[in-house]
């Protein structure tokens, strides 16, 4: 995928919390053509309570189901509370709404890199990133 966003000051690194592997390829993509690091991918909310520690990530985009079900918004409450910027990539929008304060932004699918990078642009720009 051919990009002309400019990069960013500071390259942030992401996770990608998500269960179809087609999208997770199209993040990893997206988010290198902003500029950023694609550090992994993790498919449920238990493997991510259960790896997130050995991880070095600045944010966590998070989709509302996952293989564990609808625990999208249980994962983010759990990084808030950690102090981890989390971004909601779902195309639940009105869920996700739901929880918004749980999140920096929330990004619809079908994903666009003009509105993937107008989210991780929330997350550089409110410095919410450890």
């Keep these: ?3 002309d ?3 960013p000051a500071t390259p942030l690194r992401f996770l990608c919390l998500e269960d179809n592997p ?3 390829m199209h993040l990893e993509q997206m988010i290198e053509d902003c500029g950023h690091v ?3 991918s993790l498919e449920s909310f238990a493997d991510l309570r ?3 520690d050995a991880m070095a990530v600045d944010c966590v985009l998070v989709d509302i189901d996952l293989a564990d079900g609808r625990t999208g918004p249980e994962a983010a409450s ?3 509370d950690r102090k981890v910027a989390a971004l909601f990539v779902t195309g639940q929008e009105r869920l996700a709404q739901e929880f918004r ?4 932004g929330i990004v619809a699918k079908p994903l666009s890199l003009r509105a993937l990078k107008a989210g991780l642009d929330q997350i550089t720009l409110r410095g919410v990133a450890k």
């Design 1 to 3: 995928m051919r990009s």
């Design 5 to 7: 966003v400019p990069p």
């Design 22 to 24: 087609l999208i997770v």
């Design 38 to 40: 694609f550090v992994a």
């Design 50 to 52: 259960e790896q997130f």
């Design 78 to 80: 759990w990084l808030a």
């Design 101 to 104: 304060h749980l999140v920096v």
